[in-house]
């Protein structure tokens, strides 16, 4: 009869380390798999983003079927996605650079606006805006800044081991100027003090 001390008997072992060792392989292959799902979604989701912005500046695009094209392009690679706020946004600019706040005088030297320093009034709304655009596609000439922001589930229940939420949020913006199909509206700047 064979006599096995139990320190020695390496039976098994393997069995624990195993045991060990998956939950946390599992949870990093779901996590990279997750990652790399999110990377081809933003991708699909920037290049639908891009073509629509192409789109949009065209004579006669209608919002809503741009909208509806860059939502199929992306449900092709995630079936549940959806805009998160219904619909995206869209902001015209008479110019690039008025995609920025409105320029003002900083008296105090503090970097912000405040009561009774001059500012040049872009969209001709008498307040001092951080975003100066105008909601819609504007007009001709006019550059427009396309934003959508999509939700869809994630692959894997990661949210209970890692913290993650349920739903995974992306966005893309793309700026591109329309095309000069009429006579644009000449804008001239006035400046306020308030």
């Known amino acids: 009869m064979t006599r096995v001390r139990l320190r020695e008997d390496r039976r098994g072992a393997v069995a624990v380390e ?3 060792v998956v939950p946390l392989f599992l949870m990093l292959v779901m996590g990279l798999c997750d990652l790399s799902y999110q990377a081809y979604v933003q991708s699909v989701l920037i290049g639908a983003v891009n073509k629509a912005g192409r789109d949009g500046t065209i004579q006669g695009a209608t919002a809503a ?3 509806s094209a860059v939502l199929a392009q992306v449900q092709a690679a995630a079936p549940r996605a959806a805009f998160t706020t219904g619909y995206p946004l869209r902001k015209s600019y008479a ?25 040049t009034d872009i969209n ?17 000439g006019d550059a427009v800044a396309y934003t959508v922001s999509i939700v869809y589930p994630r ?6 081991w890692l913290g993650w939420g349920s739903n995974q949020t992306l966005s893309a913006t793309t700026t591109l100027k329309n095309q000069p199909y009429a006579l644009q509206q000449t804008i001239s700047y006035d400046t306020v003090c308030s």
């Open 18 to 20: 195993f045991a060990l």
């Open 65 to 67: 079927s741009i909208d």
């Open 95 to 119: 110019k690039f650079g008025d995609i920025q706040p409105e320029p003002f005088v900083d008296l105090n030297g503090n970097s912000l606006h405040d009561n009774g320093e001059c500012f």
């Open 124 to 140: 001709d709304n008498g307040l001092w805006d951080t975003d100066p655009g105008s909601n819609g596609q504007g007009g001709a």
């Open 155 to 160: 692959l894997f229940p990661l949210q209970a």
